[in-house]
């Protein structure tokens, strides 16, 4: 008879107690809380007079290479939740006058609020007084960094924002920023990046079937379709048989309806309704394809319309010869459009490299170096960036409560803003302000806004994700089971892939199967049954509700579940564990099933990002398009509609 494993042999086997970089023991605690006598670099701030200053402006401060909770990591939220909870019923009366003039304030340090006090320096000139206020301990907002030193050498991952790459091409606006830092997505795009490295060695993709929903562990490699994987999945003969129809056969599900009136009624139906109800396949298909688009849309099939996978390729559409071009409701994949979207490229870090490009744009001697390339690898200075000497100043840390004007009229007003740093409250004033940061939060902040516009930006919900880079001693279970990306239908993480390769300046990806690696992981928390908005907010209290501990051990199961046929061992093989959570992760971008078709311009971010005064909206969720060059896009808007005349 097998030996049942007690917990605790469990929990040794996963290696839930080595000795691996995680920084979970402050877990849950606001980190100010814990100022005075933690070690990390974020919390030590403690000058050797006794005197607490700001985290950043020490030496050794460097939070692209914390690991642990990252994302929205403890420390950041707090005070905006509180804020949320009445706790702040008038932030200005008890703060603090700093007696800090600027003539712009920007709330959120993403690219969003980078690129705005972009434009506006390139408008108002070298000499405007910038301060940059964000509610982390790094800039960039999603666009993060994070930085692991691997058996001597930096390996470089995303936090969030993976890359250059959006459904449209990017605007002039956006596209003139890039060439302006001196990134050109093509020629890197050729130069440094190597897809076809992994499929050289013979590495391609797989499905990890779990025991819990498809009645044993099992990976199969291979494309889905080939006989060689239907063989080896563990599927009915009547779920086999219909995956085979699915993938292959070019059936018109729609017969009789032309290519517009077929996209219409593809946006009205779920994927799921309409593999079940018009494509007919047995319901034992339904968990294979169930959390596909988990990456994209942050919800499974039963949430996401059929007519926006159709160009994202999944199967079923092959017979109905759909015409490309843009068709309303179809947000999310370049491939359905007639101008093929963007240009794509990525840094080994994502877009934090365009974070940090724009951080030396404003605040030169904060990144050393001059290039594209040597920014990758450039280890930035944090102390310099909120000197007061500077033109531009980037304060971490830092979380706005309230945002006030004198009137909404006149963008020539001032405005007042209060901000909590270190559980204190300080005012700070400026001539214009930006809100970079996400519309949920803006009502708060304003509460002089017009209902209707406050109404509005509490519509949007963001898209809760989790992006969990683990680092890996070495790649030999990949290499021994011939994968290079799983996705996992049923399990806590539902894909899971090895750092893509691209050598860029001096930063060198691993080639060599023993050496160590990372490998992302991308979770997203839905409730399937419920409207895209409501499983956004479940999603977000399941996040904000997971210690890191619960993540650890899930972590270690599925991958030893995954790759245990390969020989990893989880307590020998994993030597780090970083879980960027993303409570409020892409921007909402509209849904058919679930939202009303409003006219032009009546649609809650249009009506939500009017200027009041002189306090303009940038930030993505103010375009309703969870993208780089949206967040651009507004930055720059924001901007003109601050300096117009
Ligand atoms: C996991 C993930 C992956 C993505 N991948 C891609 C991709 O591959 N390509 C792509 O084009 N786009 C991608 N996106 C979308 C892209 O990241 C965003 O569109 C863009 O970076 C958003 O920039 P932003 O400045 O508008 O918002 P954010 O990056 O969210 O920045 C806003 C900042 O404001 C801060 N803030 C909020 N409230 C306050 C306050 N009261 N006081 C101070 N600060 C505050 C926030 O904490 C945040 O740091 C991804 C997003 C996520 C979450």
């Known amino acids: 008879m097998a030996e049942v494993e007690t917990l605790s042999e469990r929990l040794r086997r996963l ?15 606001a980190a100010t809380a814990v100022a005075a006598t933690a070690s990390s670099p974020v919390l030590a701030a403690v000058d050797p007079d006794g005197q607490v200053s700001a985290p950043q402006d020490h030496p050794g401060y460097y939070p692209p290479a914390l690991t642990g909770m990252r994302g929205s990591h403890p420390g950041s939220f707090e005070a905006a939740h509180a ?3 009445g706790a702040f019923p008038q932030p200005a009366a008890a703060a603090t006058e700093t007696g800090e003039q600027y003539d712009l304030i920007v709330v959120g340090g993403g690219i969003s609020g980078l690129a705005a006090a972009y434009f506006y320096r390139a408008k108002a000139g070298a000499a405007a007084r910038i301060l940059i206020l964000d509610n982390h301990d790094d800039f960039g907002g999603h666009a993060k960094r994070n930085e692991f030193a691997l058996g001597g ?20 606006a956006a596209a003139g920023l890039l060439n302006a830092l ?12 190597d897809p076809g490295f992994y499929p050289s060695l013979s590495l391609g993709s797989g499905i990890f079937f779990d025991k819990e929903t498809f009645g044993v562990d099992r990976l199969v490699k291979g494309k889905i379709s080939s006989p060689e994987f239907l063989d080896q999945a563990p599927l009915s003969d009547a779920a086999r048989r219909d995956v085979l129809r699915l993938e292959t056969e070019p059936i018109d599900y729609l017969p009789g309806l032309s290519s517009p009136e077929k996209k219409a009624r593809l946006s009205q139906i779920s994927y799921r309704d309409y593999l079940l109800d018009l494509v007919k396949v047995d319901p034992s298909v339904m968990p294979l394809y169930q959390s596909r688009t988990h990456g994209e849309w942050g919800v499974g099939i039963d949430a996401v319309s059929a007519l926006d996978v159709w160009p994202f390729g999944l199967p079923g559409f092959q017979g109905l010869k759909l015409d490309r071009g843009s068709a309303p409701h179809m947000g999310y994949t370049a491939a359905g459009y007639a101008d093929g979207g963007s240009y794509k490229f990525h840094f080994p870090d994502g877009n934090a490299s365009i974070a940090r490009l724009l951080v030396r744009s404003l605040i030169p001697q904060a990144v050393p170096g001059s290039t594209v390339e040597d920014a990758v690898t450039a280890r930035v200075d944090y102390a310099r960036l909120d000197q007061p000497d500077n033109a531009t100043r980037i304060r971490l840390g830092s979380t706005a409560l309230s945002v006030t004007t004198s009137g909404p009229d006149d963008a020539s007003l001032a405005v007042k803003v209060v901000y909590s740093r270190m559980d204190r409250a300080l005012t700070v004033h400026a001539k214009h302000c930006v809100l970079g940061c996400w519309n949920t939060m803006i009502p708060y902040l304003c509460p002089q806004l017009p209902e ?7 519509y949007l919900v963001k898209v809760p994700l989790v992006y969990t880079n683990v680092a890996l001693r070495n790649w030999r279970a990949f290499a021994a089971l011939g994968v290079a990306a799983i996705h996992c239908p049923g399990s806590y993480h539902s894909s899971v892939r090895l750092n893509p390769v691209t050598d860029i300046g001096s930063y060198r990806s691993p080639r060599s199967s023993d050496e160590p690696i990372l490998i992302r992981m991308v979770r997203a928390p839905c409730s399937p049954g419920v409207s895209e908005r409501d499983q956004h907010r479940m999603g977000r209290a399941d996040l904000i509700t997971t210690s890191f501990a619960t993540f650890e051990e899930k972590i270690r199961d599925q991958l ?5 046929p390969g020989s990893f061992d989880p307590a020998h093989d994993i030597t780090a564990i970083t879980v960027n959570r993303w409570p409020h992760g892409y921007a909402y ?7 009303p078709d409003w006219p032009q311009g009546e649609a809650p971010h249009e009506i939500g990002r009017a200027r009041f005064g002189p306090i303009a909206i940038a930030n993505s969720d103010a375009a309703a398009a969870a993208y780089t060059d949206a967040a651009i896009d507004r930055g720059h808007r924001a901007v003109e509609e601050l300096l117009a005349g």
């Open 15 to 29: 290696g839930m107690g080595e000795p691996i970089t995680r920084r979970d023991f402050i877990d849950g605690i």
């Open 83 to 85: 804020l949320r909870d």
């Open 153 to 172: 050498k930096i390996q470089l991952i995303n936090g969030g924002t993976l890359g250059i790459d959006s459904p449209r091409p990017y605007s002039p």
């Open 182 to 193: 001196g990134i050109d997505p093509v020629a890197l795009a050729a130069h440094d990046a």
């Open 452 to 458: 209707r516009q406050k109404t509005a930006l509490r």
């Open 560 to 564: 030893s579940r995954m790759l245990g």
């Open 589 to 595: 971008e509209y849904n058919p099933l679930f939202d």
